[in-house]
C-alpha cells in the first residue's frame, strides 16, 4: 500500500480522534444574544433569578442546535417572542470576562410576536421593553454596549465586556 491509500484509508479515523482532541483541548462555549427592537426601538430585557442585572435574552447554543434556533428556543422561553422574520447578524464577541473560550452571537430582531409579557418563573424574574434612556440602572455593560452599538451606531468592539 502506498502513502496515499493509508492517507485515505486512515483518514477518518484521524479525523474522529483530532475532533475529540480538539474538543477537549480547544473547545469553545457558543452563545447567542438578541437585540429584540420593538416599533419604538425600545429592546427588550431579562433580569435572571440566578445572575444580577439585566440581560440581553439569549443563552447557550446545545449541541446539535444551530445559532438560529437555539435564538428561537431562548426568545420563546425567555419572553414568548416568536421571531416571524430573519434576524441579522449584529456580530461574534469574545466573552474573556466568562471563560478564554466562550463566545457569543448577537442578532437584531426587529419581526416578532408577543403574545403577552411571560410571568415571572424561576429562571426569569421581571422582563420588559426599554428605551435607551431609560435602560434599568444595573443593565450590564456588556449589554449597554450591544445596545448603543445598534441604536447608536457605535463602533463594533471584539470583546463582550
Not at 466568562?98 to 409579557?117: G, L
Request: contains cysteine; aromatic residues 10%.
Amino acid at each position: 500500500m502506498n502513502t496515499q491509500s493509508l492517507r485515505m484509508r486512515f483518514e477518518p479515523a484521524l479525523r474522529r480522534v483530532f475532533h475529540v482532541y480538539w474538543r477537549f483541548a480547544r473547545g469553545m462555549t457558543l452563545g447567542v444574544r438578541a437585540v429584540v427592537l420593538d416599533s419604538e426601538n425600545r429592546v427588550f430585557l431579562v433580569k435572571h433569578s440566578y445572575v444580577s442585572g439585566w440581560h440581553l435574552p439569549g443563552g447557550g447554543v446545545e449541541t446539535g442546535e444551530t445559532f438560529l434556533e437555539s435564538l428561537r428556543r431562548e426568545l420563546i422561553e425567555e419572553g414568548r417572542i416568536e421571531m416571524i422574520g430573519e434576524p441579522l447578524l449584529h456580530g461574534l464577541f469574545f466573552n474573556r470576562r466568562i471563560s478564554r473560550r466562550d463566545h457569543v452571537a448577537v442578532y437584531v430582531v426587529r419581526q416578532y410576536r408577543q403574545d403577552r409579557m411571560p410571568d415571572p418563573n424561576r429562571e426569569i424574574v421581571a422582563c420588559g421593553f426599554f428605551g435607551i434612556a431609560e435602560l434599568p440602572p444595573d443593565t450590564t455593560r456588556g449589554t449597554r454596549q450591544r445596545i448603543a452599538e445598534v441604536l447608536e451606531n457605535r463602533p463594533l468592539t471584539e470583546d463582550w465586556f
